[in-house]
């Protein structure tokens, strides 16, 4: 029963982001495809949405009913069922993508059918002074997060006599120890220098949203740039609350090999942490949308202006991944959903892929 609650509060609210993305997409884009904003509006485009929510939703309850049947017959010791977990949601992700590219598919047909959707003016607007504002957070407070690994590697070396020789690393469902390393500086200041890494990998993400792509919809220039900056600072301050919270709450398993802490209880912390994220995260779509799409500005309208941002559909392979050369932007705002991406055309993209993977790999590996 614990299982099934632990896996309902983190996937639930995993279903209900899945099921409602074309909700908070901008109203200039959707299913991936590029389109005037008062055609957002229009039934058939209304329709659309709907039956991917349904859909999205029926595959979701299905995937946890399935979940929640098979839960009592779970065991850390058998493999077996960890692997049938794993297909269970590996075959959620692949039928809700598959569902994705029918849509896709549906609006890539409808903008053929019409036409006028792509006769206006199209432009390309730009704001020169839109980075002289304040568009995140400082990256200064992630000294926070730096701070509490630096306190945490300082204790673990002042205590290093007294941790037994073999201590425990991992633990069960109840809290009792199943996974046990020996005593070595690397073993021993492994949590605190994952507290680095986790910080600086916040860091970055606050860096991305600050200097991401400027996406300004050319019929109403001057209410997107406010919407904009409003969505990066909301996400900004989003970012630190959570990344600074969560490495907090990673100091618990190291501060429990020298001092009496419960570690079913720091397990049930983060687990929380985790869900409240998650939770955190949906309400911040809602209320912000892509670009800041449903931030309410005084002065917005909608309709026809005779613009139109500039279609650059060829640029999105399937609508979700951006490959174009002549762009020297790395970052930019995703097609299909809340958030960013990359520029997979841009050899930077790799490099910072290749570099965040890599060294979340090799960590673990290098310090034992």
């Known amino acids: ?21 074309p909700y908070w997409t901008r109203k200039t884009e959707s299913f991936g495809v590029a389109i005037p904003e008062e055609a957002y509006r229009q039934e058939t485009l209304r329709n659309m949405r709907k039956k991917y929510t349904w859909l999205t939703g029926l595959l979701s ?9 098979l839960m009592p017959n779970y065991h850390e010791d058998n493999p077996v069922m960890g ?12 039928l809700s993508f598959v569902i994705y590219l029918y849509f896709h598919g549906q609006m890539k047909n409808l903008k053929i059918q019409n036409p006028d959707w792509t ?20 990256h200064l407070w992630y000294l926070i997060g730096f701070l509490i690994a630096i306190v ?51 860091l970055f993400v606050n860096i991305i949203i600050n200097k991401a792509k400027q996406q300004i919809n050319a019929a109403n220039a001057e209410i997107a740039i406010q919407q904009n900056i409003i969505f990066r600072r909301r996400w900004s301050l989003f970012m630190i609350l959570m990344g600074n919270g969560l490495v907090a709450l990673f100091s618990l398993p190291q501060l429990a090999m020298f001092y009496n802490i419960s570690v079913k209880w720091s397990a049930w912390a983060i687990i929380a942490f985790a869900a409240l994220s998650v939770i955190g995260c949906i309400f911040l779509s809602i209320t912000t949308g892509q670009g800041g799409s449903r931030v309410s500005v005084q002065g917005s309208v909608i ?40 520029n997979w055309a841009h050899p930077l993209s790799w490099i910072f892929l290749i570099g965040i993977v890599g060294l979340a790999i090799l960590l673990p590996f290098l310090l034992t």
């Open 1 to 21: 029963m614990t299982l099934s609650l632990i896996f309902l509060a983190v996937l639930v609210p995993c279903f209900i982001s899945t099921m409602f993305i």
């Open 61 to 69: 309850l299905l995937t946890a009913v399935a979940l929640v049947i």
């Open 83 to 94: 692997i049938v977990f794993a297909c269970i949601i590996s075959i959620y992700l692949v």
């Open 119 to 138: 006769r206006k003016a199209q432009l390309v607007t730009v704001n020169t002074g839109f980075r002289q504002g304040k568009l995140v957070y400082s």
């Open 152 to 202: 945490m590697i300082v204790l673990s070396l002042m205590k290093y006599d007294e941790i037994p020789e073999k201590f425990a690393t991992h633990f069960d469902l109840h809290g009792q120890p199943d996974g046990w390393s020996s005593k070595s500086y690397g073993s021993v200041l492994m949590m605190p220098i994952m507290q680095v890494y986790l910080t600086a990998l916040f």
């Open 303 to 342: 309709g026809s202006s005779g613009k139109l941002d500039r279609d650059d559909d060829r640029h999105w392979k399937l609508g979700i991944f951006y490959f174009n050369r002549n762009d020297p932007s790395i970052f930019l705002e995703k097609r299909f959903g809340v958030g960013w991406t990359n």
